[in-house]
């Protein structure tokens, strides 16, 4: 472990706890899901900081875990999400940025595929999009389309746990 992670952990666990909710924010969009983690400092190691983070996460009701894929632009698009603040948005767009080569045929079949899949389970589809090309995001959409509501909702909230742990190593590598 690098002594600068260690550096950041002591200025995240220092934050006055408004500040630290919203830093938390960039990380995950439930804003229960902050309020717990900046109510859960000091975290005196990494393991106690990402154990945190999974405890509060998989203990939330379905409607916080709504709330953090609504934070999350769509695979694809060129824009954040509405809700997202600049950091979050930039994270986003280089986890997603498999996409930006993708050739326009499989583009647009993965705005198509994004469609179907919000028409079907009420919110956008949720990946850990890290080092996955368009194709491979394209594929894995189109057969979770086949899963029934309470499966996909188990799925993305796993897959969003996993980009949170992602975005809390880039905060404390800043």
């Not at 717990?36 to 203990?59: K, Q, V």
């Not at 894929?69 to 809700?83: C, E, L, W």
């Not at 194709?135 to 188990?154: F, P, Q, Y």
Request: proline fraction near 5%; charged fraction near 25%; glycine fraction near 6%.
């Amino acid at each position: 472990m690098s002594f600068e992670i260690y550096k950041n952990l002591a200025w995240l666990n220092g934050l006055p706890r408004a500040e630290a909710e919203q830093v938390f924010l960039d990380c995950c969009g439930s804003t229960e899901w902050a309020s717990r983690m900046a109510a859960s400092r000091p975290f005196p190691i990494l393991e106690n900081l990402y154990a945190a983070a999974a405890d509060i996460w998989f203990s939330l009701p379905p409607a916080d875990h709504l709330e953090a894929f609504a934070t999350h632009p769509q695979i694809g698009s060129n824009k954040p999400a509405p809700s997202q603040k600049k950091r979050a948005g930039d994270w986003s767009a280089g986890e997603q940025s498999g996409v930006s080569n993708a050739a326009d045929s499989v583009r647009e079949q993965l705005a198509d595929a994004n469609r179907l899949y919000k028409n079907k389970f009420g919110f956008i589809f949720i990946v850990y999009a890290s080092g996955k090309t368009a194709d491979e995001m394209l594929a894995i959409c189109r057969a979770r389309l086949g899963n029934s509501v309470e499966t996909e909702l188990k799925i993305a909230a796993e897959e969003q746990h996993k980009i949170t742990e992602i975005r809390l190593n880039k905060l404390l590598e800043k």
